[in-house]
């Protein structure tokens, strides 16, 4: 069994900034690529920001510059730094994981998701 849990969600100003954590754990035999995405009310999920296992990243054109990620392979983690947020970056933000379990299985996995409010 594998678990994704996120932390750091909340409300924030526009212009401000926020942190999210996922963190996988269970059993892992390697992790691939680590990514996050959102999804906004009435809108489809997006593909926000992703890193590969070598540190590699690629980001959505509406949030380059603005948000970074990152992972601790040692802990399994994977982070999103967000800077000068706005509206319309509020949406539950879900981590994804390609992760290998087993010697021969490997799958996608996902957190619950949090919440993030930009909002004065």
């Known amino acids: 069994q594998v678990q994704l849990v996120e932390s750091g969600g909340g409300l924030v100003e526009p212009g401000g900034s926020l942190r999210l954590s996922c963190a996988a754990s269970?059993?892992?035999?390697?992790?691939?690529?680590m990514d996050w995405y959102r999804q906004a009310p009435g809108k489809q999920r997006e593909l926000v920001a992703a890193?590969?296992?070598?540190?590699?990243?690629d980001y959505a054109d509406s949030v380059k510059g603005r948000f970074t990620i990152s992972r601790d392979s040692a802990k399994n983690t994977v982070y999103l730094q967000m800077t000068s947020l706005k509206p319309e970056d509020t949406a539950v933000y879900s981590c994804?994981?390609?992760?290998?379990?087993?010697?021969?299985?490997?799958?996608?996995?996902w957190g619950q998701g949090t919440q993030v409010t930009v909002s004065s």
């Open positions: 994804n994981a390609n992760i290998q379990t087993t010697r021969y299985a490997r799958g996608d996995y």
């Open positions: 890193i590969t296992s070598g540190g590699s990243t």
């Open positions: 269970g059993s892992i035999v390697s992790i691939n690529h």
